[in-house]
C-alpha cells in the first residue's frame, strides 16, 4: 500500500512518519503516536470524545485524515497538564466531579480551552450551548457546567 510522509507538531514536539493515505488522524494520534488520550467513540463526529486542537481549533479528529495534518500544530489532551500540575480546566473537571466514566472528558477539556478564550465569563446557557457537540452518557452536564465556571474562578485566581 502507498506511504504518505507526513509532519506534524503535536502538543510542542514534531513527528514524522509514513502513513497510509486513508488513516483517520484519531487513529495515527492513537496508534501511530501512542497518545491515547484522545478517544473515539462514534466515529462519525457526533460524541465529541476524539476532539483535539488544530492550529489552535477544536476539531474531530475522526473526521479528518492524517494527511490533512501535514505541517499543522496539533494539540490533544495530553498537553493540557499533569496530576502535579494540572490546567485550570483539568482543576476545576476534579474539583465539581465533572466526570464519571472520563471517557468523553478529553473531548470536553479541548473543545472548552479555545472556547474560554474567547468566551471568558460565560452564563449558564452559553457554557451549555458549547458543551452540546460533546455527548457525556454519565453525568448529566450539571457538574461539567460547575467544572466551566469553576474554571472562570480558578484563572482569574491565577491572574490576580
Not at 36 to 48: F, K, L, P, R
Request: hydrophobic share 35%; net charge negative.
Amino acid at each position: 500500500m502507498t506511504q504518505i510522509l507526513i509532519t506534524v507538531t503535536i502538543n510542542g514536539r514534531e513527528e514524522t512518519k509514513h502513513v497510509e493515505p486513508r488513516l483517520l488522524l484519531s487513529d495515527f494520534i492513537r496508534h501511530d503516536l501512542g497518545l491515547t488520550g484522545t478517544h473515539v467513540g462514534c466515529e462519525h463526529g457526533v460524541c465529541g470524545a476524539c476532539t483535539i486542537l488544530f492550529n489552535g481549533e477544536a476539531v474531530r479528529s475522526c473526521l479528518m485524515l492524517a494527511v490533512q495534518a501535514n505541517g499543522q500544530t496539533l494539540e490533544t489532551v495530553e498537553s493540557l497538564g499533569t496530576p502535579d500540575n494540572m490546567h485550570p480546566l483539568q482543576q476545576a473537571f476534579h474539583e465539581a466531579h465533572a466526570l464519571q466514566c472520563g471517557y468523553c472528558t478529553p473531548g470536553f477539556l479541548m473543545t472548552l480551552k479555545p472556547w474560554l478564550k474567547e468566551n471568558p465569563n460565560p452564563n449558564d446557557h452559553e457554557i451549555r450551548e458549547a458543551l452540546s457537540g460533546n455527548l457525556c452518557r454519565c453525568t448529566g452536564y450539571q457538574h461539567i457546567v460547575d467544572a466551566v465556571k469553576k474554571t472562570t474562578d480558578l484563572r482569574q485566581q491565577t491572574t490576580d
